[in-house]
């Protein structure tokens, strides 16, 4: 336990923040294909898939995202006779009030091309989702580094037809308006990124990827159930969540992205000055049951720092450091050592 305390002041401490990246790149055959979809957890409620990196019965697998597909009760596709018509609408309307929040009459809004909800304008009324798991996503996903590649037509071994569509340019046009944070449009293009070619947003912190189902809609940009080719408007009215989330698998060609970790540092300038901290604090530094100080009486006293210690105002212990090698300290000497306290 400390005996001297030295204050410290407003001018020692100082805050910085530090922002970690991570690639991120998940390629289509994780998703099915390289384990014959043991990796792919279904649930009895038919309401998402969970996909993992490895079979999901094995103790070592790692949960990558969820997958699954609603669409708003104003839908053209939607319909009481429509297969699981209730669960996509409870879909949708569960992740809009996350996503995208309600208006002033408490109505859920729905999700929108440009970002603009108050003007109006065009509504992504039926959608997919991607949840990242945590583990992938971290704080939050960086920024223009959304990429995301479907084979919308054709069969597996004719890739002719494949869309990548990503966040281009998000680092300096994303959105704040979302109560789950900052979010971006996906684009079609890198080329010319505008809101006539938005097929989807991507919420940075939230983890979560929605895209337009029209992207596979009619002519070649089409999906099917595996990986045939179909109407997504017949899929999506007439087959479950579960078939919708195996199409979209099966056609995906590959995820990347990179993940960020915010990192908070608090800095604190622990100064020694020439006439403190020379005699050791060390209670068993002893010699002939007293504390040693110096053998010979023209020494001059010699301590070695091996911790620093920080406490509250009433001196109670809140945090330890401890250096890497003692450092020596008598009267000729002046030290200041960095101590950085993450959270």
Excluded: W
């Amino acid at each position: 336990m400390a005996t001297t305390f030295k204050t410290i002041t407003a001018n020692d401490v100082t805050n910085s923040r530090t922002l970690l990246h991570e690639a991120i790149p998940l390629t289509g055959t994780i998703a099915s294909g390289t384990y014959n979809d043991d990796n792919v957890k279904t649930f009895s409620h038919g309401m998402f898939q969970s996909v993992y990196d490895y079979p999901y019965l094995s103790s070592s697998a790692n949960h990558i995202f969820d997958i699954t597909h609603g669409y708003s009760s104003d839908s053209a596709l939607s319909g009481t006779g429509q297969t699981q018509n209730a669960k996509k609408i409870n879909i949708y309307n569960q992740m809009a009030a996350v996503l995208v929040g309600h208006d002033v009459t408490g109505s859920i809004q729905k999700f929108d091309q440009d970002g603009n909800i108050a003007s109006g304008g065009t509504k992504h009324k039926e959608v997919f989702f991607l949840n990242f798991a945590r583990l992938l996503a971290k704080d939050e996903v960086k920024k223009d580094s959304f990429r995301i590649s479907f084979l919308t037509g054709g069969t597996p071994d004719a890739r002719t037809d494949t869309m990548t569509i990503g966040d281009y340019g998000a680092s300096t046009s994303y959105l704040v308006n979302s109560p789950a944070g900052e979010y971006g449009i996906l684009y079609t293009s890198s080329a010319t990124p505008n809101a006539d070619s938005g097929v989807g947003l991507i919420y940075y912190q939230a983890g979560v990827a929605v895209f337009t189902g029209s992207i596979f809609d009619g002519g070649t940009d089409s999906l099917g159930p595996g990986y045939s080719s179909g109407s997504y408007d017949s899929l999506a009215t007439g087959s479950n969540v579960d078939a919708m989330a195996d199409a979209i698998r099966n056609r995906l060609v590959d995820i990347d992205f990179n993940n960020t970790v915010e990192l908070n540092s608090t800095i604190y300038f622990c100064r020694a000055n020439h006439n403190e901290f020379n005699y050791s604090a060390n209670p068993t530094y002893l010699s002939s049951s007293q504390i040693r100080v110096k053998n010979t009486t023209s020494d001059n006293p010699v301590s070695y720092i091996t911790t620093v210690g920080l406490y509250s105002s009433d001196n109670e212990l809140l945090a330890v450091a401890k250096l890497s090698e003692p450092l020596k300290k008598d009267p000729n000497t002046e030290l200041t050592i960095r101590v950085r306290l993450d959270y």
